[in-house]
């Protein structure tokens, strides 16, 4: 379903997932004066403890999301890890933004990585594998070391599994625990950079700096602002992202993480056709944050400017990290972000906090 006519404050907004960045475009629409719903199977999760409504229910209960897509004026998702049928039924009664074909690329890293070649856009060299004997054909296509995931419902490191020279193949395939995976072959890049892009109903297009990440144990740690890269690589991120963008017909926000290697190529990683982590800075550095984007796409409304007006480092509080919340607040300069969750877990998003730096001109 289809309707590019502006959606006016007062309106609901549903929201599929309940997570800490449902939870932070939930405060931002209610900035703009809309109401959310949130329907994720999980009680008090993050997102509803601050939303208007929220349905607990399983992601592929049919008479549940007919309900809830009645409740609503649009919906959206901040995860991709639901089942796209799931989405297809909702769209047929509301309109949904991103569409669930753009989830249908964006959740399975074969489908991704098609289409990131299909565009030409360049990607680390990968396989597809459905058996031990595919593994070790695509190893010995692409050689070691090298990174066996799982095509779906992988993030954070989980479902990925190194392939060093001494790993076994048939030890390999049965961790990774999934019936279809990629393999990746190892990069050697100088770091990884991502650029947020938003894209609104009428094609109009808004782009964030690109942010230079840093992970550690597979999980985000830092984000920096402005990126340490040359200008001509920050403009071929953003045409990378663009073209995701405009060729995917994305309404909504879409995130693209890319290598950067020594030799100043970028290779397409993944994307995210919702908010991300890598964008939390924006919320106290840029005119727009992300989740106010966000919004805006999803709600049919003119974009706001993504300029930034401050650097900014933005690092993520996880599990214990959170504990240090008074230390955090005792410097006047830090911005703290807690995402309401009772229990503390090692490798658990806890929170954010970013600090700012008057941006140099």
Known sequence: MTDARPLAPGSTIGIVGGGQLGRMAALAAARLGYRVHIYCPETASPAAQVAAEATVAAYDDR????????????????????????????AERVPVRPSWRVLDVAQDRIHEKRFFNDNGIATPPWREVASAADLAAAVEAIGRPAVLKSTRLGYDGKGQV???????????????????????????????????????VHGEVAVFDPAWNVHTDHI???????????????DAAVRIARTCAETLGLVGLLAVEMFLTRDGRLLANEMAPRPHNSGHWTIDACITDQFEQFVRAVCGLPLGSPERHSDAVMRNLIGEDADQWLDILRDPGAKLHLYGKAESRPGRKMGHVTRLVARQR
């Open 162 to 200: 190194k392939i060093g020279p001494d790993a076994d193949l048939n030890q390999a395939w049965a961790a990774m625990g999934a019936p279809v995976g990629v393999l990746e072959g190892f990069v050697d890049f100088a770091g990884e950079v991502s650029v947020i892009v938003a894209r609104g």
């Open 63 to 90: 008479e549940r999301l007919a309900a809830f897509a009645q409740a609503v004026d649009v919906i959206t998702f901040e995860f991709e890890n639901i089942p796209a049928e799931s989405v297809r039924l909702l």
């Open 220 to 234: 985000l740690d830092t984000t920096t602002i402005p990126a340490p890269i040359t200008a001509a690589e920050a």
